[in-house]
């Protein structure tokens, strides 16, 4: 076994096989960027490279630096993670020729599933099934024309270069073919500099099965079953589950068997999965092979108790595989899902800013990797994440916050430690999938296993319900965690001259509170009000009209459990600026609580700027350069998610300047205006 590796990736990946490198007593180097000095992968290996600025280009791809880095380091083996030079061919020649192991298949391998035709033909040749289609080199209009014919209409045109759903074109009818195919074949030269092209049957609803190979160098090869990973997005994968449903046990032996027959035609070494695409009825054809240990790993390591990345170690280090086929048996059901800083309601576009805080559900058995578990018994719930509170999620990188995995007796089991998970994932400071994710698995194509690869989009009315009001139980909460939070949690519950319960002289103290949201915006009346009475043990809520008996029963580390009208309810309430996040019954709700007291100098710095409270857009300007103003003016108004935050004076005094205009997008924390307060 090696006694270092240098880990040339960064994120939840490098943190997963660091997590392993450890276990086995093998030292890590990690490798980053400069946007990754302060990265959860740095902190958790052995030693660190700078390997150059942000851009993937000048870091994480600069294969030379990554090669040099490890012959300083005395690392032994590079470790490629996925994405990045994990499936780059020269890169595993170029660590080779220095010397090093690279932890992955041979140069030739990844080479000969590159091209999408030659590995069709190579897979042919070694009798695994594929779609009923044509993928030879003549490209003749004419002659791919009559193959359409022959195949059956629809068809699918595909460049044979492409992947990602990229240069695909569905043909309907045989007077619509040419056309399509002159459109592909442009799409295809613009996007890969190849037009070449492949015909197939098109498959209506198809599920994308793949199957977890592994080979050694000694010539033993096995599959570790399959992987069912049909609920997808525009191509990129969003829930992962192990077993597929529905598998019967000879299709999976067939399946497994032309998976280890695929990667023995191209002399495969190491990690590895063969992607087939299956009709509902079961019947399944190669798509192609990921030479590389793939994100959603994890379910199968649930489900067979292995550690893929320790036999990506010892596989490199010339061991046998540690396990014969017949030892390898499914155990339970996992599902993964894929927790990404995006914003579901506004196409899915990438949320950039600082991930402010990250509760993680309880019962995690194991993080970091690994399969954990006590006495054999696989972990209920595992997190490998990249990140921490107070990271960034920068526009460099994949987004991906965290994947969240989950195993179960059964798959009911394992759904219902799912919804369970994501209910008690509780994220702030930027937008994430939890909610969409959340409905998907507690949806009922995916509870019932309806799986196919337009599972997302034929379901959109339901995973993208309209915004409705925020419920009482949340305004409740929201306005206990703020009364609460003006008195220490010290503070004698008996003495009413500390005590948080608005005693006063004589008579009761009303107070109101108001607060905004998307949906409240809408209404009349633009702020759900609240009149909050004062009693001894507890606040009469009037909303609605109507009053609600309210009481504190217990609260720790921004958990409260409350009675409201006799119901007992908990949650979880995090302050970011002016929002309250509040997390109960499973749902997030962002809440805009404008403190007309607190509201001036909030975000002013030591030197005079005034900053944004988190990344946004202004929306109003209303100071100029060299204005005087007084105390409490608002200057500036930013929009972030979806709601106004002013940003008033801190005191009487001048605007020296303004340093942006309506419309601009403000990164967190900038200084939007320089401000001198008045001697
Ligand atoms: C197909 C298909 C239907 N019929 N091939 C999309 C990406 C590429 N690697 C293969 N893809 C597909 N090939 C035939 N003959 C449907 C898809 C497809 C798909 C496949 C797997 C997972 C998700 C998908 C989403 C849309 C289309």
């Known amino acids: 076994m090696f006694t270092k590796i240098l880990i040339a990736n960064r994120g939840e990946i490098a943190c997963r096989v660091a997590t392993t490198a450890r276990r086995l007593g093998v030292k890590t180097v990690a490798v980053y960027s400069e946007a990754d000095a302060g990265a959860r992968h740095v902190a958790v290996c052995d030693e660190a490279i700078l390997l150059g600025p942000a851009a993937a280009k000048d870091s994480y791809l600069r294969g030379d630096k990554i090669i040099a880095a490890a012959k300083a380091t005395g690392a032994q083996a590079i470790h490629p993670g996925y994405g990045f030079l994990s499936e780059n061919a020269e890169f595993a020649e170029a660590c080779a020729a220095a010397g090093l192991v690279f932890i992955g298949p041979p140069g030739s391998s990844m080479r000969a599933m590159g091209s999408k035709s030659a590995a069709k033909q190579l897979m042919e040749g070694a009798g695994v099934p594929l779609v009923p289609g044509y993928h030879g080199d003549a490209q003749d209009p004419e002659l791919l024309q009559a193959e359409a014919n022959r195949i059956g209409y629809p068809v699918l045109l595909k460049a044979s270069a492409g992947g990602g759903g990229k240069g695909m074109r569905v043909v309907e009818r045989s007077e619509d073919f040419q056309a399509a195919l002159a459109s592909c074949k442009r799409e295809a030269m613009s996007s890969f500099g190849d037009d070449k092209v492949l015909v197939e049957k098109y498959l209506t609803r198809p599920r994308h099965i793949e199957i977890q190979v592994f080979a050694d160098s000694l010539g033993n090869c096995v599959y570790l079953h399959e992987r069912d990973c049909s609920v997808q997005r525009r191509h990129q994968k969003v829930l992962e589950e192990a077993p597929a449903p529905g598998m019967p046990p000879d299709r999976r032996a067939a399946m497994g068997e032309a998976a280890v027959a695929a990667a023995r035609a191209v002399g495969y070494v190491g990690a590895g999965t063969v992607e087939f ?59 993964e899902a894929r927790v990404y800083a995006e914003n579901p309601e506004k196409g899915f576009l990438p949320s950039i800013g600082t991930l402010r805080c990250m509760d993680t559900p309880s019962h995690v058995a194991f993080e970091l990797g690994g399969i954990g578990g006590i006495g054999g018994i696989p972990a209920g719930v595992r997190i490998d994440s990249g990140v921490r509170a107070g990271d960034a999620i920068s526009p460099f990188y994949d987004p991906m916050i965290a994947k969240l995995i989950v195993w179960g007796a059964d798959r009911a089991q394992a759904l219902a430690r799912m919804a369970q998970a994501l209910s008690e994932f509780h994220i702030v400071g930027l937008a994430t999938n939890i909610a969409f994710l959340k409905r998907l698995v507690e949806g009922d194509a995916f509870a019932h296993a309806d799986l196919d690869t337009g599972l997302i989009e034929r379901n959109t009315a339901t995973l993208f319900p309209p915004a409705g009001p925020a419920p009482l139980a949340a305004l409740a909460l929201a306005a206990v965690a703020l009364v609460s939070a003006e008195t220490p949690a010290s503070a004698n519950p008996a003495d009413p001259w500390t005590g948080t319960h608005g005693w006063r002289m004589n008579g009761t103290y009303r107070r109101r509170l108001a607060f905004g949201d998307e949906y409240a915006a809408t209404t009349q009346a633009k702020v759900y009000a609240i009149d909050m ?40 309430v995090r302050r970011d600026g002016e929002a309250l996040h509040v997390f109960t019954g499973g749902l997030h709700h962002v809440l805009a609580w404008n403190d007309p007291l607190a509201h001036a100098g909030e975000h002013e710095t030591a030197d005079g700027r005034l900053t944004a409270p988190m990344p946004g857009k202004v929306v109003a300007v209303i100071a100029a350069s060299g204005q005087h103003v007084r105390k409490g003016e608002p200057l500036v108004i930013m929009e972030a998610m979806k709601m106004e935050h002013t940003i008033a004076a801190p005191s009487d005094g001048l605007v020296e300047e303004v340093l942006y205009q309506v419309g601009d997008q403000v990164a967190d924390g900038a200084p939007l205006l320089a401000f001198k307060a008045a001697a």
């Open 277 to 335: 695409i299956a009709n509902q009825d079961g019947t399944f054809y190669f798509m192609e092979m990921n030479t590389r240990l793939q994100v959603e790993h994890p379910v199968t390591e649930m489900i067979t108790g292995t550690d893929l990345v320790e036999w990506q170690l010892r596989v490199a280090a010339g061991q046998p595989l540690p396990k014969q086929q017949h030892e390898l048996a499914i155990h339970g059901h996992a599902i």
């Open 533 to 572: 009475t004062y009693h001894p043990h507890g606040w009469t809520l009037d909303a609605d009209g109507k009053p609600h008996p309210l009481a504190l029963v217990a609260r720790h580390d921004g958990h409260y459990a409350i009675r409201l009208d006799g119901q007992a309810i908990q949650g979880t």
